[in-house]
């Protein structure tokens, strides 16, 4: 499991668990905790969002690394035998 998959499971388990414990706990009437409930909810949501855009421009980045290491590599593979296309 690469860092971003354990950083984005381990920002939802904290994010359930929190949850959880505001339902048990909460001292308020129901429609106030389902706004707060909500509004958390919305915010995480946002915030995995941006996380996830994050990882993605992370793993492009990565993938154009790899692709002209490759390109590179077959390159210089190439020139040291010679090879005419």
Do not use: C, H, W
Request: hydrophobic share 30%.
């Amino acid at each position: 499991m690469n860092n971003g998959m354990k950083i984005l499971t381990g920002f939802s388990l904290g994010l359930l668990s929190g949850v959880v414990a505001g339902l048990l706990y909460a001292p308020e009437k129901g429609e106030k905790t389902r706004k707060k409930l909500q509004k958390n909810v919305d915010k995480s949501y946002q915030d995995s969002m941006k996380k996830i855009d994050e990882l993605k421009a992370s793993l492009s980045k990565e993938m154009e690394s790899v692709s002209a290491k490759g390109k590179e590599t077959y390159e210089n593979l190439k020139s040291s035998v010679n090879y005419k296309n």
